[in-house]
Structures are given as C-alpha cells and as structure tokens.
C-alpha cells in the first residue's frame, strides 16, 4: 500500500544533542511536509519542500533543519534539542497544492532528556 | 490572520446519539475543507474532505459546508466508543500550501 513512512517511531534524545528524524513515501507526491505538534494543539506546520524548493515558516527556529536528497525521503534535523523541542513530529505528504488534503505518516515521538 | 475556530470540548455524547462538531474559518477564499480524526498519541487520519456548499455523507459521517456563513460542520450518526477522539478541522485557502488548522475538538462517546 501507499503510504508515508516515519522513522523511528519513538526518539529520546538528550538535551544539546542532535537528532535527526526521517519520512518516506510511495505516494509520489511531490509536497512534503514537516510539522510540529504539542500536547492539546493544533500542529503547527514548520517547513514544506515543493519539489525541491524549500519553504522555511517566518517562525521556525534555527535549531530546526531539513534536507529532502530526492522525491520519496525528508529528514527533520534538530541540532540541539531543549526541552521544549519534545512533541510528536509528524510528516505529510499531498500533491501540488494540497487541495485533496494531506496524507500524515504515524509520527515520531520526540522525548528530551 | 487567517483563522479556524472550534469548540475544544470535550463533547460528551452517549453512545447512538448523533455527535455534531463545529468548525468555523476566518478566510473568504477558501476552498477545500477537511475533517481529521486524531488518536491520542497518532497522527491525523482524514476522515472528510468537501469542497462545495451542502452535504456530503460517507457511511455514518456527513460533512456540512456554508460558505456564506463560512462554516463547516461534521455530524457522526449512531456514534460508537470507538469515535472517541480529537476532531481536527481544517482549511486549504489554495493560494498556498498551507493548511490552516483549528485546534480540534475532543470528543468522548459514552457507553
């Protein structure tokens, strides 16, 4: 089946020490997505690749990086993690411009310690 | 500021009972909608998407969308405890590639 694929599912990670969380498709959309979600919250979107052009969101820290090396693969990068980086990350995936919605891979838990 | 607005909950509904979510949008040009149903601890799984004015029902859910009145509702029939979750609503203006999400409405169906 098709479908957008998280890795790993579960990440603890110390305080200041890079991680780097990995997404895959078979979709073959071309729109991927990277977004952030907190406890109670609505997730909030931190970056998207179209193709290969990269969108950065005006409120997206630094400390966040992300790298798609071809269609089916997108890394998030943390480069140094503090406590308030720990939430779920979840990768999306859509066609253009997302108008038949987004299909969301099943997340990375991201704990810091 | 583009906004979605919905009720956090929790909607308490006993279990058969129609359970009714709200969702309303701040951004006039928007044009796809969409219902996501989120586990705690998963991620969204879209359960509803319409894109024009009325209703649109898919098994025991039905989408409802006034543009007018820039709202949209989902309404699940004879709900189960297997409903039980967050109800995401969100909105694509299709200007850009975002969606803009509302922050979810947790529903709990009672036995």
């Known amino acids: 089946d098709a479908m957008v694929i998280q890795n790993p599912r579960y990440q603890v990670t110390q305080f200041g020490k890079p991680v780097t969380l990995s997404c895959s498709q078979t979709l073959n959309h071309n729109v991927m997505y990277w977004y952030q979600q907190k406890s109670s919250q609505a997730p909030k979107l931190l970056f998207h690749y179209y193709d290969k052009d990269f969108n950065n969101e005006a409120d997206t820290p630094d400390n966040f990086q992300s790298r798609r090396p071809n269609t089916s693969f997108c890394f998030l990068d943390i480069r140094s993690p503090g406590l308030g980086d720990a939430a779920m990350y979840l990768c999306a995936t859509s066609r253009d411009r997302g108008v038949r919605g987004y299909t969301f891979g099943s997340g990375t838990r991201l704990t810091v310690v | 500021q583009k906004e979605v607005e919905q009720n956090s909950g929790p909607l308490s509904v006993p279990e058969g009972a129609i359970a009714s979510l709200n969702c309303t949008y701040s951004?006039?040009?928007?044009?796809?909608f969409f219902w996501y149903r989120q586990y705690s601890g998963k991620s969204p799984e879209l359960i509803m998407s319409i894109y024009s004015n009325g209703d649109k029902e898919d098994g025991r859910f039905t989408a409802q969308l006034n543009k007018a009145s820039q709202y949209v509702s989902l309404l699940i029939r004879d709900s189960q405890p297997s409903d039980s979750a967050t109800y995401l609503c969100a909105v694509n203006s299709g200007s850009n590639y975002q969606l803009i999400w509302g922050a979810g409405t947790k529903l709990i169906i009672k036995p």
């Open positions: 951004d006039r040009g928007s044009q796809s």
